[in-house]
């Protein structure tokens, strides 16, 4: 079994994340750049969790603003997390 690291594209750790549009990102593959499909992306402290669909991709479209564990975890991969800040998006 080959053990990865993930790439967030899309994602960069979150620097600000916007609550009403969700926690969103990208898992691809970090040596071949394909996406992985069916990785769980799960926001511990809110107890929210996503599977990625066919291109990669993932929305968290509930997620409340604060501080929270990213994870994601794929079968043949390393997990990987990291805290993340979810902040509200200011409407002009």
């Given at each position: 079994m080959r053990i990865k690291l993930f790439l967030?594209?899309?994602l960069l750790c979150s620097l600000p994340i916007l609550a009403q549009s969700g926690v969103r990102?990208?898992?691809?593959?970090?040596?071949?750049?394909?996406?992985?499909?069916?990785?769980?992306v799960i926001l511990e402290r809110q107890n929210l969790l996503v599977v990625t669909g066919a291109?990669?991709?993932?929305?968290?479209?509930?997620?409340?603003?604060?501080?929270?564990?990213?994870?994601?975890?794929?079968?043949?991969?390393?997990?990987?997390?990291?805290?993340i800040d979810?902040?509200?998006k200011v409407v002009e």
């Open positions: 967030i594209i899309a990102g990208v898992v691809v593959d970090s040596e071949s750049s394909l996406p992985v499909v069916g990785a769980s291109d990669g991709s993932f929305l968290i479209s509930n997620a409340t603003p604060g501080e929270s564990n990213l994870t994601i975890v794929s079968y043949g991969y390393k997990d990987w997390s990291s805290t979810v902040k509200n």
